[in-house]
């Protein structure tokens, strides 16, 4: 416990020092007359080059953005740039934390919206090179979890498995998650993680008693996930070793969602590379499972126009084409079919079909195909 402190102690000054040259380039910039430029690395984690030898990259800059007063647009974000910085200095020096819309309240005349902050905190955590936890900014988190799972946060304890099939919130501070474990003996370890994008899927599962039958961890973000779930999931899978799946309903923001586990999101693609599960394994719903388990026609919806334009444009992502082309035909099947569904259609052959048939075949599926 000594060494984590220490180290988080060593992490905040070597923050603060940085910032401190930061400021101190900008202010001889000013006396010395000279024009005033703040250069910005750009990340991406996808492009639409579906050739397989595109260039992205998740730990190296695709160019720069030059941000001088020249431009208008550029002043003002360089003066909120400056105001958040002088914020994160106060959080660093005096250890507390505060969130972005925290933020946003302590000048809401001069940020006029939340986007800006959330730029403006991007941008600095690419210019001092680190993660938004790290500058003591933190998200209320949504997700939760329940399953065979025991783990500390802050010194408290979480025993998820003396009742397995109980959502537990899952912890804001994530570096803070100590002790993580299954059960001690071998014999009653969790065999899997499930991640499904709903909270009503989620509580679903809960009332079916599905981690107590199946002996696993299941997690939702409720919609697309924030930093603190897709932080906590990746640290169960770097401790625990277990393969992972995702249920997620067979529409663009669903795959959209699946997308933003395994590879990150473009707005934090400067992170991406310590949020994205590349170990993710897509379980459902696919178009193809509509006439494989014999859903009802009636729980068919047609494509909107917007969904047509973003199942559209998701397959232009290279990462699609070049990690996993399989996810794509789906997608792909999903725009020609032109319809969608949603995972609770399952519900429509039995209460319980999705619990008790749809998720163990898709399972055994995988366990078949990896031996």
């Known amino acids: 416990m000594e060494g984590n402190r220490r180290r988080s102690h060593l992490e905040r000054h070597d923050l603060l020092r940085k910032i401190k ?22 990340f991406r984690n996808y492009c639409k080059n579906l050739d397989a030898h595109c260039s992205c990259s998740y730990d190296f800059p695709q160019g720069q953005e030059i941000l001088t007063l020249e431009k208008q647009c550029h002043a003002r974000r360089i003066d909120i740039l400056l ?16 969130s972005k819309r925290d933020i946003y309240y302590m000048h809401p005349s001069l940020y006029s919206e939340q986007s800006v902050v959330d730029q403006a905190i991007n941008d600095i955590c690419i210019l001092l090179q680190c993660s938004r936890h790290n500058i003591n900014v933190v998200s209320a988190g949504k997700g939760m979890v329940m399953g065979w799972l025991r783990f500390l946060e802050s010194g408290a304890k979480f025993d998820c498995i003396n009742s397995p099939n109980d959502a537990h919130p899952i912890p804001t501070f994530v570096e803070k998650v100590k002790g993580i474990q299954t059960i001690e003996y071998i ?20 009332n079916d008693q599905y981690c107590t039958r199946n002996r696993c961890i299941v997690i939702t973000g409720r919609g697309y996930p924030d930093i603190s779930t897709r932080r906590f999931l990746r640290l169960l899978i770097e401790k625990l070793r277990l393969p992972t799946f995702c249920l997620v309903d067979c529409d663009p923001y669903g795959f959209d969602i699946l997308t933003t586990y395994r590879f990150g999101s473009m707005q934090m693609a400067y992170d991406a590379k310590f949020l994205r599960i590349p170990e993710m394994h897509w379980l459902g719903a696919f178009p193809s499972d ?38 794509r ?31 163990p075949s898709k399972i055994q599926e995988f366990e078949r195909l990896a031996v």
């Open 21 to 42: 040259e930061f400021c101190k380039s900008i202010l001889k910039d000013i006396t010395e007359r000279r024009s005033l430029s703040i250069s910005i690395n750009q």
């Open 83 to 98: 105001s958040v910085l002088l914020i994160v200095q106060q959080l660093l020096q005096e250890n507390i934390h505060m």
């Open 329 to 359: 035909s789906e997608l792909e099947l999903m725009l020609q079919s032109g319809v969608k569904f949603e995972i609770e259609a399952f519900c429509a052959r039995s209460f319980s079909f999705l619990s008790e048939k749809y998720i």
């Open 187 to 206: 014999i009653s370890t969790a065999n899997y993680i499930l991640v499904v994008e709903k909270e009503s899927v989620f509580h679903r599962l809960a």
């Open 290 to 327: 509509f006439e494989k388990y014999g859903l009802p026609k009636n729980c068919r919806l047609k494509l909107t126009a917007e969904d047509t334009r973003k199942t559209e444009a998701m397959l232009h992502r290279c990462y699609l084409q070049r990690e996993v082309p399989h996810w």
